[in-house]
């Protein structure tokens, strides 16, 4: 966790697991910056939660770049940002929507990848920092259900593997977090799947 006084950029940040986090750093005196499309149920939650908020389409690259200097004028500095932003798109029938697949792929893995890229200058002027992306254990063992899903999440574990070793040497740290099934907006189309199972499932806080 940043230390307090430190400057965090949460990427879907309005969702369950950015509503969490968000939650916890601020109790450890952090100050999270919640990114997310703009619509006011956003900006709505960033205001219950008392965390500024930023406008931010992932699958942007400048505008990841636009964010991230946004931070740093309003904040001062950037010391860790974590790279929560996704979709799914599980169906139950054996068809493949390509354009689907591909909007899975850009939020879930290319988001990812402009997220790191915008931050990393950011996280060195800082001294180093912290880079945390929200992966899933679909992208260690891929789901019949959401091939989309299962190859972004997948090739994010695999591009944080190998962009850990050029950051470590510029003090930035960069992890892939593999979570099960959460509580959050992401199952919410199978999520009677899981209640008909009796399938235990996260809760985001966890």
Do not use: W
Request: charged letters at 20%.
């Amino acid at each position: 966790m940043p230390a307090p006084g430190s400057v965090a950029l949460i990427t879907g940040g309005t969702g369950g697991f950015g509503r969490a986090l968000a939650t916890k750093l601020k109790a450890l005196d952090v100050t999270p910056v919640l990114a997310d499309l703009d619509s006011e149920p956003n900006r709505s939650v960033a205001a219950d939660l008392g965390c500024p908020f930023v406008v931010l389409d992932v699958t942007d690259r400048a505008a990841n770049e636009a964010v991230v200097a946004q931070v740093e004028a309003e904040h001062g500095r950037l010391d860790a940002a974590y790279l929560n932003a996704g979709i799914s798109a599980a169906k139950s029938d054996d068809a493949l929507d390509l354009d689907e697949f591909m909007r899975v792929v850009e939020i879930d893995l290319f988001g990812v990848v402009y997220g790191v890229q915008a931050a990393r200058p950011a996280l060195k002027r800082a001294g180093g920092g912290a880079i945390v992306v929200t992966a899933s254990l679909v992208g260690l063992s891929p789901m019949a259900g959401d091939p989309g899903y299962s190859v972004a999440k997948g090739g994010a574990i695999a591009f944080v593997r190998s962009m850990a070793p050029r950051l470590q040497q510029e003090g930035i740290t960069i992890s892939a977090i593999c979570p099960g099934f959460a509580d959050t907006a992401i199952i919410d189309d199978i999520r009677a799947e899981f209640e008909a199972a009796d399938f235990p499932v996260l809760t985001a806080e966890e």
